[in-house]
């Protein structure tokens, strides 16, 4: 069964950076594009960023566009979301996302547990 | 402010049927196929409903979806207390180039 199991999240200082990694199972990952979604407390879900399969084709979110970076390694079955310049409004629960196609990455499917990431001073 | 625009709340009492709308446009909506999120308290999303209404196996069939231009809709038939939940409709967005949400759909048995 598809296992997705984010960790790195943790309590950051406004303008520093963070990593997220996400391990995946169950599924041969290097066939399907990866999301990250994030929800903030008490909100709903924003899109964050995608990878295709071979990391040829990347797409962010305008609201982390230039500071956060999605990137994969296909040998280790696991997917990354380097964040920098962290801001007060990055504060959410980050999901490590798979897609629901073998081949697409439009449709964020099989989602992981989360992991907060908290922004403050 | 969310792309897709659903309603923040819906009700309905145990064996009712209940729908969810949710609207869109040229670019998301009416260019791409939408699909349905359902979270329970708690816990992360899980795809309830994919390509406008198709249904993950494991999702009851009291569950279904539906498109039309550029809304859809998700429609319980049967209502039940577990299904008490948040939803969020999403579709591909080719402006955007990527996914967008609606604001999310609060639903509660009454």
Not at chain 1, 7 to 18: A, D, E, K, M, N
Not at chain 2, 3 to 32: E, K, Y
Not at chain 2, 85 to 94: E, F, R
């Amino acid at each position: 069964q598809v296992q997705l199991v984010e960790s790195g999240g943790g309590v950051v200082q406004p303008g520093r950076s963070l990593r997220l990694s996400c391990a995946a199972s169950g599924f041969t990952f290097s066939s399907y594009a990866m999301h990250w979604v994030r929800q903030a407390p008490g909100k709903g879900l924003e899109w964050v960023a995608v990878i295709w399969l071979d990391g040829s084709n990347i797409h962010y979110a305008d609201s982390v566009k230039g500071r956060f970076t999605i990137s994969r390694d296909n040998s280790k079955n696991t997917v990354y979301l380097q964040m920098n310049s962290l801001r007060v409004e990055d504060t959410a629960v980050y999901y490590c996302v798979r897609d629901r196609f073998n081949g697409s990455g439009k449709t964020p499917g099989y989602w992981g547990q989360g992991t907060l990431v908290t922004v403050s001073s | 402010q969310s792309v897709l625009t659903q309603p923040p709340s819906a009700s309905g009492t145990p064996g009712q049927r209940v729908t969810i709308s949710c609207s869109g446009s040229s670019s998301n909506i009416g260019a791409n196929i939408v699909n349905w999120y359902q979270q329970l308290p708690g816990t992360a999303p899980k795809l309830l409903i994919y390509s406008n209404n198709q249904r993950p196996s494991g999702v009851p069939d009291r569950f279904s979806g539906s498109k039309s231009g550029t809304s859809a809709s998700l429609a319980i038939s049967v209502l039940q207390s577990e299904d008490e939940a948040d939803y969020y409709c999403a579709a591909w967005d080719d402006s955007l180039n990527g996914p967008v949400f609606g604001g999310g759909t609060k639903l509660t048995a009454l």
